[in-house]
Nanobody, 127 residues
């Protein structure tokens, strides 16, 4: 089953949004889930990931202190709480899942290392 993202929208700079990734079957032990984003004309870039076992996380420098990734074991979901949004956060946000979490942070921050992807949810931040 592919992950499914929701929660995007049009907001003003400084506002908050919470994205949800429903990933049934992709949230057991030894899975990692990540949020990535892609703006028009740009490559898909890392935002944050979480290792399901233990819950360790990492973030792109551009979102540290503003975004928080978390998980909900009860419903097999991962959230991305985005605060203090900026126009440069505008992008299509994707949830990726991969089996195998015991890799380095740089490995888990690389989009090509994820096997399962959702269709994305659009986030637009107006200035």
């Amino acid at each position: 089953v592919q992950p499914e993202e929701s929660g995007g929208g049009l907001v003003q700079a400084g506002d908050s949004l919470r994205l949800t990734c429903a990933a049934p079957g992709r949230t057991s032990r030894n899975y990692a889930l990540g949020w990535f984003r892609q703006a028009p004309g740009r490559q898909r870039e890392f935002v944050a990931f979480i290792r399901w076992t233990g819950g360790s996380t990492d973030y792109a420098d551009s979102v540290k202190g503003r975004f928080t990734i978390s998980r909900d074991d009860a419903i097999d979901a991962v959230y991305l709480q985005m605060n203090s949004l900026k126009p440069e956060d505008t992008a299509l946000y994707y949830c990726g899942a991969r089996r195998g979490e015991y890799y380095s942070n740089s490995y888990l921050a690389t989009p090509s290392n994820y096997a399962y992807w959702g269709r994305g949810t659009q986030v637009t931040v107006a200035s």
